[in-house]
Structures are given as C-alpha cells and as structure tokens.
T-cell receptor
Framework: AQTVTQSQPEMSVQEAETVTLSCTYD???????LFWYKQPPSRQMILVIR????KQQNATENRFSVNFQKAAKSFSLKISDSQLGDAAMYFC???????????WGAGTKLIIKP | DVKVTQSSRYLVKRTGEKVFLECVQD?????MFWYRQDPGLGLRLIYF???????EKGDIPEGYSVSREKKERFSLILESASTNQTSMYLC?????????????FGEGSRLTVL
C-alpha cells in the first residue's frame, strides 16, 4: 500500500530563518507526483510546490524548495527566509501517475516566531 | 482565479439529523472531491466525482452519500449524522486529476454533531 509519513507533528522557526519539513513515502511505482500543500489558519489549502518523479532536478518556487531523494523515498520541503505568513499546516501528498487519488500525510504545523 | 465555495463554514447539528454540505466551483472542472480532515490523520477521501452524476467511493464512504446533478456543484450528504462525523470537511476540484493532480480547495466546513 502507498503511504505518506510526516514525522514532525509540529515545527517552529525564528522569522527569517530556514526550516525543513520532512516527508517520506512508500510506493513501488516509478511514475508519480509529489506535492506540498499549505493550509493557513481558517483559510483554504493551496499548492506550494509539485515534483514529478521522473525529473531529477528539485522543484523550486521562490523561497520554497524541495529535496527529492527518489531512492530514499524522501521529499522534504525547505522554506528559506521564513515569514509570519508561512505559519500554517503543511501537508505532503503523493499521486500515482494517472490515478485520481492523492495519498496524504498527517501534516506538520509550522509556527513562526517573531 | 479558481474559486471553490463551500456553503457553510460552521455547522452544529444533532445526532440523527440529515446534513447537506454543498460545494460550488466556477472553473468548469471535471473532477470534484470531498475529503474529511481530522488532526493526525491528514485528509481522507470520502467520495470523488469525475463527471455529472458519476461518483466513486473513496477510503471512508460509510455514512455519507453524494450528489452531482450539475457540473459545478457537488454535495455531501450525511443521512443520519452521528457524533463520530464531527470533523472538518473539505471540498476540492481539478480540471484533470490524471494530468497534474493539483487540487483547488474550498475553505472547509467544520461540522459539530451533538
């Protein structure tokens, strides 16, 4: 069975510092997508970053970047120059190629200390 | 921008009541989803709809039903609410889930069953 594990229920970081959120997954598939979604308090969930498994290059979106280690089945999210607006729940998710199902991790609550 | 609107942000119902949660998207998306979000469990798929009147059960369909009479509207129905259905319910939509898998979410409906 495909699973996604986020081992850090909560993380905190000082404003302007860098933080890394961990995610591991289990799959026997070779073609898949990985995602990080952000859910701010009382606001809708939005996509932060997406990685296609066939791409070796790590995805980057402004201050957000991933470290995708396919062999290790690891997909961590690095947030640089943390801002107060980054405070949210972050969910890691996996999707097998053309399947409609996303498999979700339990989430990591990120706290930004001013 | 894609907009996914959930009819109620907060609901309080009594055990045994029938509950309707409605979701409307304005971007002509084919695919719509209902998820349940509980702390420590991530998102769990209740039902998925890939076209009008078409639906598929997700991981936890028991106690729920859905209706999709129009492309833009996807309703979740709790025929007889129970206390263990107290949760946050998230609606999402996407143009083509088999393509990239990016979902667009509503703000969520927090249901309390007394």
């Amino acid at each position: 069975a495909q699973t996604v594990t986020q081992s850090q229920p909560e993380m905190s970081v000082q404003e302007a510092e860098t933080v890394t959120l961990s995610c591991t997954y289990d799959t026997s598939e070779s073609d898949y997508y990985l995602f990080w979604y952000k859910q701010p308090p009382s606001r809708q969930m939005i996509l932060v970053i997406r990685q296609e498994a066939y791409k070796q290059q790590n995805a980057t979106e402004n201050r957000f970047s991933v470290n995708f280690q396919k062999a290790a089945k690891s997909f961590s999210l690095k947030i640089s120059d943390s801002q107060l607006g980054d405070a949210a729940m972050y969910f890691c998710a996996y999707k097998w190629d053309s399947n409609y199902q996303l498999i979700w991790g339990a989430g990591t609550k990120l706290i930004i200390k001013p | 921008d894609v907009k996914v609107t959930q009819s109620s942000r907060y609901l309080v119902k009594r055990t045994g009541e029938k509950v309707f949660l409605e979701c409307v998207q304005d971007m002509d998306h084919e695919n719509m989803f209902w998820y349940r979000q509980d702390p420590g469990l991530g998102l769990r798929l209740i039902y998925f709809s890939y076209d009008v009147k078409m639906k598929e059960k997700g991981d936890i369909p028991e106690g729920y039903s859905v209706s999709r009479e129009k492309k833009e509207r996807f309703s979740l129905i709790l025929e007889s609410a129970s206390t263990n259905q107290t949760s946050m319910y998230l609606c999402a939509s996407t143009l083509n889930v088999a393509d990239t898998g990016e979902l667009f979410f509503g703000e969520g409906s927090r249901l309390t069953v007394l």
